[in-house]
C-alpha cells in the first residue's frame, strides 16, 4: 500500500510562472515532511521540510504547505527557473518512532523557456 | 570526503551472479542507510546504521539482500544471487546525528549505484 502519493507524474511550466507540486499521505502518524530535488544521475538533495506544528515553511523561492486535515502537502516555486527542472519527490516521517524516510514516487518537473 | 561516495556508478550482472556496492559515506558521520529505487518510483528503505550497528533491515526484500558497516565507516550491500527485480538504483545516505531522522535531518545520498540484472 502506497503510503506516500505524488499523483502527477510529470509537470510542464512556462519560467516565471508558479509550479505546484502535490503530495499526499494516509498515516496521521506522520509529523515529519520533506521535499527532495533530484537530477538525473545524482542522489537526491534536501530541498525544505516543515513539521505538523506548522502549515506554512517558506524558503526563498520555495514554500511548503501541510493540510493536516486533508493529509496534503504541496510545494510552491515561484518564480519558475529553467534550472529548476528534476524530479521532486516528497518524503514523511513520523518522530516518535524516529523510522525511515517514507517517500512519493516523484513528480519531474520541466520548466520551459 | 565533501559528499557520499558510492562505487561502481553502473553494474551489469547476469541473473545469479553476486554483486557487491560500496557506499564511502562523509567523514565522520555516524547515521548510514540503504535505499533502493526502482525505475518510476521513490527511494524504498532498505536498512539502517548506526556506526557499526545495523539496527534496522526491515526493508531488507530477502534473505538474499546482507549489508555491513565493520568499522562503522565504509558499508557494503551485497546481493547474492541476483534476480531481475533486483534492477534498480541503490541509493546510499548517511547523516551525522545519531537518531535516525530528528527535526529536519538532512540526509544526504550519494549518487547512486544502477544495476542491471540480465
Known amino acids: 500500500d502506497q503510503q506516500v502519493k505524488q499523483n502527477s507524474p510529470s509537470l510542464s511550466v512556462q519560467e516565471g510562472r508558479i509550479s505546484i507540486l502535490n503530495c499526499d499521505y494516509t498515516?496521521?502518524?506522520?509529523?515529519?515532511f520533506l521535499w527532495y530535488k533530484k537530477y538525473p544521475a545524482e542522489g537526491p538533495t534536501f530541498l525544505i521540510s516543515?513539521?505538523?506544528?506548522?502549515d506554512k515553511n517558506e524558503d526563498g523561492r520555495f514554500t511548503v504547505f501541510l493540510n493536516k486535515s486533508a493529509k496534503h502537502l504541496s510545494l510552491h516555486i515561484v518564480p519558475s527557473q529553467p534550472g529548476d527542472s528534476a524530479v521532486y519527490f516528497c518524503?514523511?516521517?513520523?518522530?516518535?518512532?524516529?523510522?525511515?524516510?517514507?517517500f512519493g514516487t516523484g513528480t519531474r518537473l520541466q520548466v520551459t523557456l | 570526503g565533501a559528499g557520499v561516495s558510492q562505487s561502481p556508478r553502473y553494474k551489469v550482472a547476469k541473473r545469479g551472479q553476486d554483486v557487491a556496492l560500496r557506499c564511502d559515506p562523509i567523514?565522520?558521520?555516524?547515521?548510514l542507510f540503504w535505499y533502493q529505487q526502482a525505475l518510476g518510483q521513490g527511494p524504498e528503505f532498505l536498512t539502517y546504521?548506526?556506526?557499526?550497528?545495523?539496527?534496522?533491515k526491515s526493508g531488507l526484500p530477502s534473505d538474499r539482500f546482507f549489508a555491513e558497516r565493520p568499522e562503522g565507516s565504509v558499508s557494503t550491500l551485497k546481493i547474492q544471487r541476483t534476480q531481475q527485480e533486483d534492477s534498480a538504483v541503490y541509493l546510499c545516505?548517511?547523516?551525522?546525528?545519531?537518531?535516525?531522522?530528528?527535526?529536519?535531518?538532512?540526509?544526504?545520498f550519494g549518487a547512486g549505484s544502477r544495476l542491471t540484472v540480465l
Open positions: 545516505a548517511s547523516s551525522s546525528l545519531i537518531r535516525q531522522l530528528s527535526g529536519a535531518n538532512v540526509l544526504t
Open positions: 498515516n496521521s502518524m506522520f509529523d515529519y
Open positions: 516543515i513539521s505538523s506544528i506548522k
Open positions: 518524503a514523511v516521517y513520523s518522530t516518535g518512532t524516529a523510522s525511515k524516510l517514507t
Open positions: 567523514s565522520g558521520h555516524v547515521s
Open positions: 546504521f548506526q556506526n557499526e550497528a545495523q539496527l534496522d
